[in-house]
């Protein structure tokens, strides 16, 4: 166990659909990192919140928005689902001063 | 924008070759990370190299970063069964942002 909790670990749902996933980062990690790797691909950098803000962002969609809250758990909600957006989206959280990402398990979305 | 090419983005070998993957990067890194991820499993970080010309070794494994710091690698010695999965490079550029390499994929022939 990583300490960094994804819920839900597998998802199934049709095309046009919303759904969003959770995470919750490592106790004392402000920093929350969202990526999404499709089957046998590299890591896609998505999005990156400090402390309940937005730091940094990658190749997000319009149609996927994120936030972190108050709490420093974070959502990543995934709008309009395409069949190409079947993939693993991971969460990994870093303390304040830390270089190293601890990654959850993962969250395996398919949409049929 | 910046970029880490990672190559082979595949190896084959017998249990006991020799593992090697190679990762390079556009413009001179900060530091370089190396992650694990086992089939059906999440990334794991395994080490961190900050120095230019820098070598570290965990057990059979030793990463190196170049003098450059562009450039860094993993061999694997005498690969085994637990070494299979996908070890990836992750670059700090200049805005402190991580670049990650596409991931070398460690398949041990049976």
């Known amino acids: 166990d990583s300490g960094v909790t994804q819920t839900p670990k597998h998802l199934i749902t049709a095309t046009g659909q919303r759904v969003t996933l959770r995470c919750s980062p490592r106790?004392?990690?402000?920093?929350v990192y969202w990526y999404q790797q499709s089957l046998d691909q590299g890591l896609q950098f998505l999005i990156q919140?400090?402390?309940?803000?937005?730091?940094a962002k990658g190749n997000i969609l319009e149609r996927f928005s994120a936030q972190q809250f108050p709490d420093l758990h974070s959502e990543l909600n995934l709008s309009s689902l395409e069949l190409g957006d079947s993939a693993l989206y991971f969460c990994?959280?870093?303390?304040?001063?830390?270089?190293?990402?601890?990654f959850g398990a993962g969250s395996r979305l398919t949409v049929l | 924008g910046q970029q880490v090419m990672q190559i082979p983005q595949y190896q084959h070998v017998q249990e006991g070759e020799d593992f090697t993957t190679y990762c390079n990067s556009s413009?001179?890194?900060?530091?370089i990370q190396w992650y694990k991820q086992r089939p059906g499993g999440h990334p794991v970080f395994l080490i961190q190299?900050?120095?230019s010309g820098e070598v570290k070794k965990q057990k059979r494994l030793t990463f190196q970063f170049g003098e450059a710091k562009k450039n860094s690698s993993l061999h694997i010695t005498a690969t085994q069964t637990t070494d299979v999965g996908t070890y990836f490079c992750?670059?700090?550029?200049?805005?402190?942002?991580?670049?990650w390499g596409a991931g070398t994929k460690l398949i041990i022939k049976p």
């Open positions: 990994a959280s870093t303390s304040s001063g830390a270089n190293v990402l601890t």
């Open positions: 106790s004392g990690d402000l920093s």
């Open positions: 919140y400090y402390n309940g803000e937005e730091r």
């Open positions: 413009t001179t890194l900060s530091n």
């Open positions: 190299l900050v120095k």
């Open positions: 992750a670059g700090r550029g200049s805005n402190y942002q991580l670049i």
